[in-house]
């Protein structure tokens, strides 16, 4: 059974003009332990998805969410603001893209994990807090983990905060994982550095990830399936190995070439928009 | 020819817990007409030199020349105008209460170039040579996309009538389809305009496709410099390894001189 089980999920925003849809009915299956990449261009509706699944989009008085989105058996859709709330940060937590700025810059390190590990276990003693959290920054390689529980988050560097976000994220060791660019705001050693870790922490824990990027060469790597989205619509999807030997929808061809390559092949011509790219969807089978 | 020289450059800040050497003893020179990668990690004083070059930061010793002239901090409005920016992220690098129109007219009149009369005329042609309409000179910022975003900091650049464009992360905060539009746009742009780059990335797969030569810093120091063939197929210095290992890859042949390249390390 999936943890995670989208299907004909539609949203829409009522504006002044009229109804904007931005999501065409997707579908989408996360079993338990499972990597799966969204992958598309700005505003193609990777991050709206991520933020029903987490609950958020639907405390949004303009939304208009249809369709079935089931967290772990329970309509996400359907339930109480409240019980959505009670999810979050335990059975479900985000990493998002800038680590910095998404931790909060008036507390220190320590103070936020033990507001992290108090959602799950509310009587938690700062004591007690201070001791999960160095060994959960332990497990994410961060030398003296004192001293980072004592500084704020400018006093460390992006790479460190991205670690102490991956260690956040899943101190309640969460059943998903959603991971919203991360390290896009990083260098490019130190993205695949906090990647590898996050890959090694996720199995380990054998949590869920639903990964979002705009770069399938980064995804590569990290995930087990891969969803291409364009407008709203999924236009392929596939294990990771088979979408990348044998892309078929257009839209995905466009977004691999658009990839520069270490090879130097030239910086590809990419078409600006093509009807080929509002072609049907694509599935590379069933890996689950 | 030579179009920049940096000799010896150095750039030490002064702080409580001690000096911080952001930049020591770089030498190097910049032909005119070719595009030169300068890559790095964060701190590896990338930004640094490129304010130096600029005049936004005095350097602590060593020389710049531009054109055969000795640059210092303090510098004219018309040596200033020949060196442009172009930044990373085009959101927080254009005024948002400034129409597009207007912040890329700022240039002109800030180094007053050309008659008044014809500046919106100017505007418009600068506008036009980064593929958007004149008649978007009207909008704000934040009518537009990331992409008209970068392709509108060009044009202010472009307007001034430059010979260098330092062109700092300029795609790192696109996505892959819309930086590889940018990408072409930035070399047509070189070719028409007989423009020298100075491209600072962190992203070894660009560098690949756009410079002509790289300059690998690390803690502030030149640790390589080369042809970008020469980088991509025997680099010289760990670092550059290291740098070219963590590029992530699309395809078979770009796995395949990864991993030759890491066995090297």
């Known amino acids: 059974m999936s943890l995670l089980h989208i299907k004909d999920l539609r949203l829409g925003f009522k504006t002044l003009a009229g109804q904007v849809d931005v999501l065409h009915g997707i579908d989408l299956d996360i079993a338990a332990g499972e990597k799966i990449a969204l992958v598309g261009e700005s505003g193609s509706g990777k991050s709206v998805t991520a933020r029903i699944v987490l609950g958020l989009l639907q405390e949004t008085r303009t939304a208009r969410i249809n369709g079935t989105v089931q967290f772990d058996g329970q309509d996400i859709n359907s339930m109480s603001a409240r019980d959505r709330a009670t999810l979050r940060g335990t059975e479900m937590s985000i990493i998002f893209q800038d680590p910095t700025s998404s931790l909060n810059p008036m507390f220190t390190i320590g103070n936020q994990f033990t507001e992290v590990l108090r959602r799950r276990d509310p009587k938690l003693s700062k004591a007690d807090s201070h001791v999960r959290a160095t060994t959960l920054l332990d497990e994410v390689a961060i030398p003296d983990p004192a001293r980072v529980l004592r500084a704020y988050p400018f006093q460390l560097s992006g790479g460190m905060n991205q670690r102490v976000m991956i260690a956040m994220a899943l101190a309640n060791k969460p059943k998903l994982l959603l991971a919203d660019e991360p390290g896009t705001a990083l260098d490019v050693s130190v993205q695949a550095q906090t990647l590898t870790l996050m890959r090694d922490m996720v199995v380990q824990n054998g949590t869920s990830v639903l990964f979002i990027s705009h770069n399938l060469g980064v995804v590569r790597e990290f995930a087990d399936r891969i969803y291409v989205i364009y407008r709203g619509n999924i236009v392929e999807d596939g294990p990771t190995d088979a979408l990348f030997a044998n892309p078929q929808h257009a839209y995905t061809r466009a977004l691999m070439s658009a990839v520069p390559r270490i090879t130097g092949v030239g910086i590809p011509e990419v078409p600006e928009v093509s009807d080929d790219f509002l072609a049907p969807r694509i599935s590379h089978g069933d890996a689950l | 020819m030579t179009l920049l020289a940096l000799n010896g450059l150095t750039k030490t800040f002064e702080t409580p817990t001690g000096p911080v050497h952001a930049v020591s003893d770089v030498s190097l020179n910049v032909q005119a007409g070719e595009c030169l990668a300068i890559v790095g990690e964060s701190g590896s004083g990338k930004t640094t030199i490129a304010n130096m070059i600029l ?207 890491a066995e090297g390390v």
């Open chain 2, 55 to 261: 005049g936004i930061l005095a350097a602590t010793s060593g020389e710049i020349a531009f054109d055969r002239q000795t640059l210092s901090a303090k510098r004219s409005a018309k040596q200033r105008r020949r060196i442009q920016l172009v930044q990373q992220n085009p959101l927080s690098s254009l005024n948002p209460k400034r129409s597009i129109g207007a912040s890329v007219r700022l240039g002109l009149d800030v180094y007053d170039i050309g008659k008044k009369s014809g500046r919106w005329t100017a505007v418009e042609a600068a506008l036009d040579a980064v593929g958007l309409p004149g008649n978007m000179r009207t909008r704000a910022p934040a009518s537009l996309s990331g992409g008209q975003r970068q392709r509108v900091s060009i044009a202010r650049a472009l307007a001034c009538d430059p010979r260098l464009l330092v062109l700092d992360e300029p795609t790192s905060a696109l996505d892959v389809l819309v930086q590889a539009r940018v990408l072409l746009l930035l070399n047509d742009l070189r070719a028409k305009h007989g423009l020298t780059y100075i491209f600072i990335t962190h992203d070894l797969a660009v560098v690949r496709n756009v410079a002509d030569r790289v300059a690998v810093f690390q803690s502030g120091q030149l640790v390589e410099l080369g042809e970008t063939s020469q980088i991509f197929s025997a680099p010289k210095a760990a670092y550059t390894r290291q740098l070219i290992g963590a590029v992530p890859v699309v395809d078979a042949a770009e796995l395949n001189l990864r991993n030759k390249l």
